[in-house]
């Protein structure tokens, strides 16, 4: 046996002890014999082993989307579910942190335990990886590369829930002594700055784009490190970790202050500068915001093109704009059924299509109107009527169903709301209906009740009125009662709208204001062109009651952040972005409402009903970190609230 991987090997049998005492508050530590570490030697014997190691490592990857495990789903207030009774939700989780049950006890969809985990055995694997004998150099620096990256995404996904944070560079040695082993959080902004170096070893390493696409596709490249180099120094200038003084009292017990009390501009010239280094790479690579390309068996009107353009940007795997997707979370049947209304006369009796997924109607209105504005600044749309009612005519024959009558607030919307949107009376394009020169052949949704996609039970929706169409390719499609085809894909983690719209919020938070304002609107005005809008300027001027908005830092700030909020809507963005804005009180303020949904009739239907009254405070924007976990290591301090 090779004599270091035999030291290694007794280290990691200790180090997992120590895990255990420190972070995962093991009762019988003494007894625990971690899992493979008997076989260490082989796992690094040879190539093919080491490899399966390597995947171990991306195994931790959180799954993204899913609402049983991503707290970015059910955890907020963009997306609601069917509640059985006050006590059971349908296995997402989410549910309970969005209603205010997170808890120091036992804390809703924390990753903690798991996140360390990942970190320990990304450090066996870097600390074993050089004995490989059959390793070529240039693929073991690959592998060392994703393994760095992986280790720093896993300390960023543990920052955003948690603020400050123990830092796992190497794992402990096998003479730790006890304080040692009780390790204490480090500042928030010594994590950002590890997890920047962690990024910036790496990526020299990484290939800049995945080549064998058909292999490989999942796993981390250049374009993907430079764009998660740009999110994390975004989030690090952000208000939440920038001169926060909310968290002022949090300190170790030695008197370390763990967030910085004074607002550090550089911090968003350091974003800027990221942000134009992933945008320049991703670009050259060929990176472009998705276009649907058309198809040669049907001619199809623009309307129809530039929704396609939009509902595949999200659930078209591997599009022009996917810059990294996450293969450990794939979208199937878990959200797609449940995001998706009956629609097809021919199954009305169908158990499938659930519609368990609602948004409630504060996130239908945050759609701009058709002049790309909001609906509450638009100077000819009438916002105090948007629950009257209205029939659809042949003018909106594509988004609305021809004489069915829905409300105002349906009509005269962005393209981004009809494609992204299920609504009552609303035409849902695809799922085997595609001549949209025939608009009266092509489904519509019908939630009222008694109608297809009405309430059907206790456990199938709708919810609010409204589903995540987002979520659901137009090629799905339902064959009988009990089969629906579909096209999975894994979930986006980042886009190359997401990256457009991060910089351009950082351009207008630097400190060169009046430069960046132009270079700051060009981005934006990216993402809107996409979207069938005209520039924000040319929207502004034009239709909004505050003309002047754009104009000023802080209008521009609020522009940037709706966009982002359309744009990145139902994709686990809003939950962390509100945060980091420190606007979730005021955002979680409005209730989640929706519409009656057990009447016949429109003008009973269209009655907005109080689903529920969410609460958040100060506390809530960190998670607590479990009480038995600061019983064993008492240097680790509670984050404030809990």
């Known amino acids: 046996m090779n004599k270091n991987i035999k030291l290694n090997k007794q280290r990691i049998g200790w180090v997992f002890i120590l895990f255990c005492m420190v972070f995962l508050s093991c009762s019988d530590y003494l007894d625990v014999v971690p899992e493979g570490v008997s076989k260490l030697e082989n796992a690094f014997s040879m190539r093919a082993q080491a490899k399966k190691y390597l995947y171990t490592c991306y195994s931790y990857l959180p799954r993204h989307g899913h609402p049983s495990f991503d707290p970015a789903i059910m955890g907020g207030d963009e997306i609601w579910t069917v509640d059985r009774n006050q006590f059971t939700y349908i296995g997402y989780d989410g549910v309970f942190l969005a209603k205010g049950q997170q808890n120091s006890t036992n804390p809703l969809l924390g990753s903690w335990d798991q996140m360390y985990k990942a970190l320990r055995d990304c450090n066996i694997f870097l600390e074993n990886i050089a004995s490989v004998p059959d390793l070529q150099p240039q693929e073991r620096d690959r592998w060392i590369g994703e393994v760095k990256f992986l280790k720093a995404y896993y300390h960023f996904y543990l920052v955003q829930m948690y603020g400050a944070i123990p830092l796992v560079k190497e794992n402990l040695p096998i003479d730790a002594n006890q304080e040692q082993v009780r390790v204490a959080r ?27 696409r058909q292999a490989e596709l999942g796993r981390i490249d250049r374009a993907i490190a430079l764009s998660l180099k740009a999110k994390i120094l975004v989030t690090a200038a952000s208000p939440l970790y920038n001169g926060n003084i909310d968290q ?68 078209e795997k591997w599009n022009s704009e996917i810059i990294w997707a996450n293969t450990q979370s794939m979208m199937t049947d878990w959200s797609i059924l449940n995001a998706y209304p009956r629609l097809d006369p021919a199954y009305s009796g169908s158990p499938i299509p659930k519609q368990t997924y609602g948004l409630p109607i504060k996130i239908a209105e945050l759609f701009y109107s058709d002049n790309g504005v909001p609906i509450t600044e638009d100077k000819t749309w009438n916002y105090n009527n948007r629950f009257h ?121 630097a400190a060169d204001i009046e430069t960046n304002r132009v270079e700051s609107l060009s981005y934006v005005d990216k993402v809107r062109e996409r979207a069938g809008l005209n520039t924000v300027e040319s929207s502004w001027n034009s239709f909004s009651s ?40 005021d955002m979680y303020r409005s209730t989640i409402d929706g519409w009656d949904l057990r009447q016949m009739q ?41």
């Open 546 to 585: 505050a003309p002047d908005k754009y104009k000023t830092q802080s209008g521009l700030r609020r522009i940037i952040q709706q966009e982002r909020m359309i744009e990145l809507a139902f994709e686990g963005q809003r939950f962390w972005d509100i945060r980091r804005w420190k606007t979730a009180i």
């Open 389 to 509: 009612l209205r029939v659809g005519d042949t003018p909106e024959q594509l988004y609305i169903k021809e004489g069915e009558t829905t409300v105002e607030l349906h009509f005269n919307r962005e393209p981004r709301f009809y494609a992204w949107v299920g609504f009552d009376c609303g035409i849902w394009y695809g799922q085997g209906r595609l001549d949209d020169h025939n608009s009266g052949s092509l489904f519509y949704v019908a939630n009222k009740q008694g109608q297809l996609a009405g309430v059907s039970g206790i456990d199938a929706g709708p919810v609010t009125g409204y589903s995540p169409k987002k979520y659901v390719h137009f090629e799905n499609i339902q064959i009988n009662n009990s089969e629906y085809t579909k096209k999975t894909f894994p979930w986006p983690v980042i886009r190359l709208s997401d990256l457009y719209l991060l910089y351009a919020e950082a351009l207008n938070e």
């Open 186 to 212: 480090d500042p928030v902004d010594s994590c950002f700055s590890y997890i920047v170096k962690l990024i910036d070893e790496a990526v020299p390493m990484l290939e800049p784009v995945i080549i064998n």
């Open 248 to 315: 002022a009292t949090l300190r170790n017990l030695d008197g370390t202050q763990l967030f910085n009390q004074t607002m550090m501009p550089e911090k968003w010239d350091a974003a800027v500068k990221a942000c134009n280094e992933a945008i320049e790479l991703c670009e050259r690579l060929g990176f472009k915001l998705y276009t649907y390309p058309g198809n040669p068996q049907y001619q199809l009107t623009d309307t129809i093109k530039t929704q396609l353009s939009l509902r595949n940007a999200f659930n």
């Open 602 to 642: 429109p003008e009973y239907f269209y009655r907005p009903k109080v689903l529920f009254k969410q609460e958040f405070g100060l506390k809530d924007y960190f998670w607590p970190i479990k009480n038995n976990d600061i019983t064993v290591n008492n240097n680790l301090v509670q984050n404030i609230g809990w």
